[in-house]
């Protein structure tokens, strides 16, 4: 069935869902990789969860902040350890300041991550804290990117076409991979038949353009035990429908988790579409007297084709850490690249890359341990690279890839998401603490955009 045999959109502004966040409870957004970052702006990044860091983001005053777990790249008794850390810090630091929370589990669009697990520590920790979790909102929307959700069936958009996301290359994951497309079933096949695809309700594109706030309200404050809710997503004023249901029903006494994508958190935030950050703004923070480095760990075909067309565009020193001799013989291989990667940053853009041909385990778990083996290499040669020369900007390409690098390679604790650097994909930060103060951080996932967009993010960073 396609979009177009659905009801009409129902426009619901986005002043309606601020008018709404009066009183409403603050969102810590558990980013399983910085990505979730590329849909807003002016909201708070974490990267440590100490109670003092979450109380300096709970006193920026915004409806959210988002602390970056990196979840994604870990095993799953490691995701549940962190996830626990963060939220026991969160409602710690929130019960002293007397602020009242709701949680959310920020994970990928097209479906890679630790479900139900996630969700699943955030309901043990409000149990622990005297609280409940009466339901999960399942909210995987991405709709800058094409990733919807109708009939409770997720979808990826090429074009005018609609791929059920079962048939996509994320659904191969070495580590995540899955077979259904619709949603119901994709829980209970995560949640190894725990929760049956009969027990998950389905607020499809009928009852969010068709019911009003209160009944769709009442359909959430029927929820109890942690039930899971499908909130089908075509358009933004969906997600906002949803939102305001969601709030009224939070109002009503109910607590609710949110499993969700980037389009959430900018519904439930309260905020537009954003343009992309302005030229001046972008000018204020990028370095004058040096070029930039990007650093790619995807291995999705996207960035392939991506780094080719930035080649095609302009010239650059690419440094290349080959991924056999990473796990063979790390040391000399690392000081050479960043030895290498520094000294061009003299002259050029330089692009500090693995090898492109994908090396797996023979298991998830070996998987796991090869990425993270790899991810901690090429980490630690840009962290050496930046050391030695600041660069003008630094560019993270990849989920997890970004979150490394912006913890292990510039040190971020502290910053502030500053805007989108395309209409609503890739996000800027801007470090407020750590050795890269000031320094502006591009987080780009490895599966958005098209072929040129890695190319025109460089060409607007280099032309301010």
Known sequence: MTVNSWPAVRPVPAADVRAALAGARRVVFLDDDPTGTQTV???????????DDVR???????????????????????????????VEA??????????????ASRSDSTLRGHFP????????????????????????AFTDAGRVTIGGVHYLRSGDELLPVADSEFARDATFGFAASRLADWVAEKSGGRIP?????????????????????????????????????????????????????ED???????????????ARTGQDTPPPIEDDALAALVGRDAHGLVVVGSH?????????????????????????????????????????AAAALERSLVVLSTSRTLVTGADETESLDIARRVSAALTETARRAVARRRPAFVVGKGGITSSDVATGSLGIRRAWVR??????????????????????????????????????????????
């Open 117 to 140: 697990l996630e969700t699943d520590v955030i309901g043990e920790l409000l149990a622990e804290h005297g609280g409940a979790m009466d339901g999960v909102v399942l909210a995987p």
């Open 56 to 86: 300096w983001a709970l006193r920026q005053g915004t409806a959210g902040f988002f602390v970056l777990t990196n979840t994604r790249s870990l095993a799953p008794q490691d995701a549940a350890a962190r996830d626990r850390e963060v």
């Open 300 to 340: 999705v075909g996207l960035t392939s084709r991506q780094l080719t067309k930035l080649g095609e565009r302009r010239e650059f020193v690419h440094v290349e850490l080959d991924v056999p001799a990473i796990l063979e013989h790390p040391a000399e291989h690392i000081d050479a690249a960043a030895t290498r």
């Open 197 to 249: 695809a009969s027990e998950v309700v389905e607020l499809t594109l009928r009852d969010l353009r068709g019911g009003s706030t209160d009944s769709l309200r009442d359909r959430l404050t029927g929820l109890s035990g942690g039930r899971v809710v499908v909130l089908d997503t075509a358009e933004d004023d969906d997600l906002r429908a949803g939102v305001l249901a969601i709030l009224a029903a």
């Open 419 to 464: 805007g989108s650097m395309l209409p609503g994909i890739v996000s800027l930060w801007e470090p407020v603490s750590g050795p890269a103060q000031g320094l502006p951080y591009v987080v780009f996932a490895g599966n958005v955009g098209d072929e040129n967009s890695l190319a025109d993010v460089v060409d607007r960073l280099e032309a301010v």
């Open 41 to 51: 702006r002016d909201l708070p990044v974490l990267t440590r969860w100490a109670v």
């Open 90 to 103: 969160c409602l710690t630091a929130a019960e002293r300041d007397g602020i009242r929370l709701a949680f």
């Open 252 to 266: 009503a006494g109910k607590s609710l988790v949110y499993r969700v994508g980037p389009s959430f958190v900018r």
